[in-house]
């Protein structure tokens, strides 16, 4: 850090301070909740199988639950949600990309044992989805707000030695000017450069420190990272417009921005030219930026449904927002408190390099294990045919996201703790991260984000083709009911357009849900199969246990596309009706 004061951090004051940031000012007194009754965090949560379609209509909504998360970020996270109407991930995900960026600059996690090479840091990028209304920014507001009351207080206690710097530009500028008379004089006198006497020294303005930055240039980010090699997060209400003004001032086509905030994704060093030639390129060490902004429904298909190939938008983690029941209570003070003092906590845990501390964290065997299980589990989701491209290439990230997530909750226990999160303990155990710390974050990312994932990059952005089309022959199937037990190419044609005549589509969608175990193909009354080489020919028997396992669905099919005809319906028959009037 790069300004040091004495002043102590009042917990309580900025309690208050978040409680009018978040909810507004009240003069009402602040209910206490029993903070006990709340279940314990080694509860294994209960949750349905994840559908690889995608559709929350079939699963139900996940929901975050007390094992998933630090107690303080769950306590906070739950009792903003539940004041504001509003699911708790939505809150959680931007706690999360809070705690890492208030995580020192020097704090790394290395995943492998034995591979020295790979570390990642605490950096996450999170994006809020949701329609217009859903209460996005509230939510990214009320994550991010101990960062804000942070650098206010940063900067209030930096007001001090601005004054003095003020001051000493002031002595340094008529110095500067006696200096320059004395040396014209020398030089008028017939003496050399080298009897000129050493200019006065030039006041340095304080650095306050900085953690969060909003609507600003690569170039703009980069020199204030040049400052904070900790790193800070771009919050942007629309990530939309943030991806749009990339390159936006010098004539690109985003290319370079997007390189840019991909090498500090990684903490990486950059540099970039400036536009003053003199200056020479700015060169910063530590060029680390996490990103958490919300987004609407309609432009995550329009920015992010063809994925580059530089995995830019694998890179974040989404949470849908969703508006539900809140209540009129007041907010907890408690947990407010908590989730304040946990932020600030983790600001002043430097590495301590006088005492040659590791800022090198490492995996205990066991967690080592389980982060076997997330390549594991990554590796098999990947190919699985049913997984579309995008979802593929978040699935790609997930050891690196692990890790970050394992690196996040080490050291929010060893600073709620007061232990260093290297060394060793006084028992001369090494301290790393624990088994239990790692399974909290396979639990977080393979029953919340995962569903979460599936959500947006089927649901949202639509998946691939061949997935919709599978999609929406499924829907048909189950719409039929119990005695809808075959199925025909032509009979796909006359109710769906868009496969009526694309014999190459139909079959990429078929055999999706042969993969599924939706249908299997029929055999012709002679005992032979239908070959797809005759695809408009082709038939399929229907796996009964589908009308078993998605009953409920199938209900939801009926009346939606009843609904539609009935739409249709009422849409002609008012058509009609206006006719008739016109021809009166």
């Known amino acids: 850090m790069n300004m040091t004061t004495n002043k102590e951090f009042d917990i309580d004051a900025a309690a208050e301070a978040a409680l009018d940031a978040v909810f507004g000012p009240s003069s009402e007194p602040v209910y206490e909740a029993d903070m006990d009754g709340y279940p314990e965090t080694s509860e294994k949560p209960i949750v349905e199988p994840l559908d690889l379609f995608g559709d929350t209509s079939l699963t139900g909504r996940q929901e975050?639950?007390?094992?998933?998360?630090?107690?303080?970020?769950?306590?906070?996270?739950?009792?903003?949600?539940?004041?504001?109407?509003?699911?708790?991930?939505?809150?959680?995900?931007?706690?999360?990309?809070?705690?890492?960026?208030?995580?020192?600059?020097?704090?790394?996690?290395?995943?492998?044992?034995?591979?020295?090479?790979?570390?990642?840091?605490?950096?996450?990028?999170?994006?809020?989805?949701?329609?217009?209304?859903?209460?996005k920014t509230s939510a990214i507001n009320a994550s991010t707000v101990p960062l804000d009351i942070l650098e206010n207080k940063w900067d209030a206690d930096a007001e001090e030695l601005r004054q003095d710097f003020y001051q000493e530009k002031a002595?340094?500028?008529?110095?500067?000017?006696?200096?320059?008379?004395?040396?014209?004089?020398?030089?008028k006198d017939g003496g050399s450069r080298m009897d000129l006497p050493p200019a006065p020294e030039k006041p340095e303005l304080p650095i306050v420190p900085r953690l969060v930055i909003k609507d600003t240039t690569i170039e703009s980010v980069m020199g204030i990272c040049a400052n904070n090699p900790a790193g800070v997060v771009q919050v942007r209400d629309e990530l939309?417009?943030?991806?749009?003004?990339?390159?936006?001032?010098?004539?690109?086509?985003?290319?370079?921005?997007?390189?840019?905030?991909?090498?500090?994704?990684?903490?990486?060093?950059?540099?970039?030219?400036?536009?003053?030639?003199?200056?020479?390129?700015?060169?910063?060490?530590?060029?680390?930026?996490s990103v958490l902004g919300g987004i609407q429904d309609d432009l995550v298909r329009k920015n992010f449904q063809n994925t580059a190939a530089d995995g830019f938008i694998a890179r974040f983690l989404f949470v849908r927002a969703e508006i539900m029941d809140g209540c009129d209570r007041t907010p907890n003070k408690k947990a407010i408190a908590a989730y304040i003092s946990l932020i600030h906590k983790l600001t002043e845990l430097e590495v301590q390099e006088e005492n040659n501390e590791s800022p090198i964290v490492t995996m205990s065997l066991g967690a080592a294990k389980v982060r076997e299980r997330v390549e594991a589990l990554s590796r098999a989701l990947n190919n699985n045919p049913l997984i579309t491209k995008g979802l593929g290439d978040h699935?790609?990230?997930?050891?690196?996201?692990?890790?970050?997530?394992?690196l996040i909750f080490h050291m929010i226990e060893c600073a709620q703790m007061g232990i260093r999160p290297t060394g060793k303990h006084e028992s001369g155990e090494p301290v790393q991260v624990k088994e239990t710390t790692a399974e909290r974050a396979y639990t977080l990312m393979t029953e919340y984000f995962l569903p979460e994932a599936a959500r947006i990059y089927n649901e949202v952005?639509?998946?691939?083709?061949?997935?919709?089309?599978?999609?929406?022959?499924?829907?048909?199937?189950?719409?039929?009911?119990?005695?809808?037990?075959?199925?025909?190419?032509?009979?796909?044609?006359?109710?769906?357009?868009?496969?009526?005549?694309?014999?190459?589509?139909?079959?990429?969608?078929?055999?999706?849900?042969?993969?599924?175990?939706?249908?299997?193909?029929?055999?012709?009354?002679?005992?032979?199969?239908?070959?797809?080489?005759?695809?408009?020919?082709?038939?399929?028997?229907?796996?009964?246990?589908?009308?078993?396992?998605?009953?409920?669905?199938?209900?939801?099919?009926?009346?939606?596309?009843?609904?539609?005809?009935?739409?249709?319906?009422?849409?002609?028959?008012?058509?009609?009706?206006l006719q008739t009037k016109i021809k009166r």
């Open 240 to 289: 939309a417009e943030w991806l749009a003004s990339f390159d936006l001032y010098s004539g690109g086509s985003g290319s370079r921005d997007r390189a840019k905030y991909l090498s500090a994704y990684n903490g990486s060093s950059e540099s970039i030219d400036r536009k003053s030639d003199e200056a020479g390129p700015l060169r910063v060490e530590t060029f680390a930026v």
């Open 171 to 187: 002595v340094y500028n008529e110095l500067m000017k006696n200096w320059r008379k004395v040396c014209q004089q020398i030089l």
């Open 64 to 135: 975050l639950t007390p094992g998933m998360l630090p107690p303080a970020i769950y306590d906070y996270s739950k009792d903003c949600a539940e004041i504001m109407g509003i699911n708790t991930g939505a809150i959680a995900l931007g706690c999360l990309v809070a705690a890492g960026t208030a995580i020192r600059e020097k704090w790394v996690i290395q995943p492998k044992i034995n591979d020295y090479n790979w570390k990642e840091r605490a950096i996450l990028w999170g994006g809020v989805s949701g329609n217009t209304g859903a209460k």
């Open 461 to 577: 952005m639509q998946g691939d083709e061949a997935t919709g089309h599978a999609k929406w022959i499924a829907g048909h199937i189950l719409s039929g009911g119990k005695d809808f037990t075959r199925i025909t190419a032509s009979e796909i044609g006359r109710a769906y357009r868009a496969l009526k005549s694309d014999t190459r589509a139909l079959d990429d969608a078929t055999r999706k849900l042969e993969l599924m175990g939706w249908i299997t193909p029929d055999v012709k009354k002679d005992g032979r199969p239908y070959h797809r080489s005759d695809m408009p020919k082709m038939k399929w028997r229907v796996n009964p246990q589908v009308h078993k396992s998605f009953a409920d669905r199938a209900e939801i099919e009926r009346q939606n596309r009843q609904a539609t005809k009935d739409l249709i319906a009422s849409g002609a028959k008012a058509m009609q009706e």
């Open 395 to 406: 699935l790609n990230k997930w050891p690196g996201i692990f890790s970050r997530l394992c």
